[in-house]
């Protein structure tokens, strides 16, 4: 089953930021492992100039990984921009919950962020919201949270996306992009991988699975 994704969007300083500084512990101490995302329509410089890793990178490296015992950071070039589903599959896969900040126009469950000082008008449709975060009273159909109050949020969250049963699911990814699989064939590929396993000692088949496959020209 592929790992919840939920969208904070928001206006600018709207305080998007500030809720996930707040939600995130409140969700890690509950014991769910969150991963979060956050989305620039920029071309965002993240590494140091004078840094070595800076300077290889502006060498030519079109990829650099940086290691260390505790935290790993990578800066690659892409021609277009990554389907979140892939960045979730390659990189967040033991992940509870992926959080993201921005990504108002991708199809995931929206949470959207109202502040006062900022705007009372909504910057998405009322249809693409799942629930409203804000320091006012809003008139919606949709759940309303106040911004202060993290732990009904929290609740509202665990209950919606990580307390239901989980279904298995198939995802395809070729070339970075996502390919729609059939149900049939889902189910088709999950006994005969699970079939492949049963054969195999010290395998536990009813855990996540994962299969790579990568041809050389």
């Known amino acids: 089953m ?16 500030t809720l996930l500084e707040k939600l995130i512990p409140e969700l890690k101490s509950r014991g769910y492992r969150i991963g979060v995302i956050k989305h620039s329509v ?10 070595d890793s800076y300077r290889i990178k502006e060498s030519g490296a079109e990829t650099i990984i940086i290691s260390s015992s505790k935290k790993i950071s990578m800066i690659r070039d892409l021609k277009e921009e990554i389907d979140l589903r892939f960045i979730e599959f390659k990189y967040l896969e033991d992940m509870d919950l992926i959080l993201t ?7 995931f469950p ?31 159909k ?18 919606k996306f990580l307390l239901k049963k989980k279904k298995k699911k198939v995802e395809l990814f070729a070339g970075g992009k996502k390919i729609p699989v059939k149900k049939f064939v889902q189910d088709f590929i999950i006994n005969v991988v ?9 395998v ?14």
Not at 42 to 51: A, C, E, F
Not at 114 to 134: D, G, M, Q, T, Y
């Open 101 to 107: 900040e921005g990504y108002k126009r991708r199809k």
């Open 2 to 17: 592929s790992t919840p994704i939920i969208s904070i969007v928001g206006k600018s300083k709207s305080g998007k930021t």
């Open 42 to 51: 920029h071309n965002h410089q993240i590494d140091i100039p004078g840094k």
């Open 194 to 202: 699970k079939a492949m396993l049963s054969s195999l000692k010290g």
């Open 110 to 140: 929206k949470i959207e962020v109202l502040r006062s000082k900022v705007s009372k008008e909504p910057s998405c449709s009322p249809n693409e919201v799942f629930a409203f975060i804000s320091d006012f009273p809003i008139k919606s």
């Open 204 to 217: 536990d088949k009813d855990k996540k699975i994962e299969l790579k496959i990568e041809e050389e020209k």
């Open 142 to 159: 949709r759940p309303v949270f106040d911004i202060d109050d993290i732990k009904a949020f929290a609740d509202f969250i665990e209950s």
